[in-house]
């Protein structure tokens, strides 16, 4: 299932969800924010590529800033994230999160 | 918190097109794979693109997509004449935005520029063919959920 989530007219969540056989094999949920260009941008991006449930943070131009490991997200836990802390998540250790 | 959820279910056509998208831009699922585990999540997308090729490329592959919108932009998509043109087009099939307009009885740029709103918001979309845009209904349900609790449909209409 690929699923939009607008936090706001410029901010959203972007997430993939596969599924075999009723079992959740693979997530992804990246919070994006649309530049003053139009374009959208990932800020931070939570997934499990490979078994292995991370956080990574992208930086102004979509380069990989940081990864750090961080418990298993679902997309109701990432929207709460994304839309009390919004932008500053950028600035916030989210592997504790 | 009152929202506004959209979902439509792709069909096997629409499925078989989104697998042939990916392989046009890849070539395969083994050599978008490779580019993967090089490149990893430097490049989300390539790994997004890679998860959605990989099961789409299994026996009898579904497809869904859901949208949310939030706060007090849950309107911003939803005028009333928006709400009219995808009543209507849940009725009616049109070649093209001209004769949509035609039978809405409406400016041809204004109900464009509609269109144009509610495609962005994946409720609509305008298929290219030669010089005109044929639009069609792409969600399957319409629902406002208020507090995560109750739920109120607005609308509801069967992808053809």
Redesign the interface.
């Known amino acids: 299932m690929k699923q939009t989530v607008m936090i706001h007219r410029t901010e959203k969540i972007v997430g993939l969800e596969v599924r075999d056989r009723g079992r959740h094999v693979f997530y992804s949920y990246t919070f994006m924010y649309r530049s003053t260009r139009g374009e959208w941008r990932p800020i931070v991006r939570w997934d499990n590529f490979n078994n292995n449930p991370h956080v990574d943070k992208y930086d102004d131009n979509g380069a990989l800033l940081e990864t750090k490991n961080c418990p298993e997200k679902s997309l109701d836990d990432v929207v709460k994230l994304a839309s009390i802390f919004r932008r500053s998540l950028l600035a916030m250790d989210l592997g504790a999160l | 918190m009152m929202k506004l959820e959209t979902q439509r279910v792709l069909g096997p056509g629409e499925i078989e097109e989104e697998r042939q998208a990916l392989l046009n831009k890849y070539d395969s699922l083994e050599a978008l794979s490779q580019k993967v585990s090089i490149i ?3 490049r ?1 997308n390539y ?2 693109d890679y ?2 090729l ?2 789409l490329s ?1 026996k009898n592959p579904s ?9 007090s ?1 849950i309107f ?1 998509f939803l005028t009333p004449r928006r709400m009219d043109i995808l009543d209507y087009l849940r009725n009616n099939k049109f070649e093209s935005i001209t004769t949509l307009a035609r039978g809405l009885r409406r400016n041809y740029k204004n109900v464009y520029n509609d269109l144009e709103a509610l495609e962005e918001a ?1 409720l609509v979309a305008l298929k290219r063919e030669r010089n005109r845009k044929i639009p069609r209904l792409i969600v399957t349900e319409i629902k406002i959920v208020v507090d995560g609790g109750g739920e109120r449909s607005t609308g509801e209409a069967q992808t053809k």
Do not use: F, H, I, S
Not at chain 2, 63 to 71: A, F, P, S
């Open positions: 990893g999540c430097t989300p790994v997004d998860m959605v990989k099961a299994t497809l869904k997509e859901r949208n949310v919108y939030t706060g932009d911003m994946g």
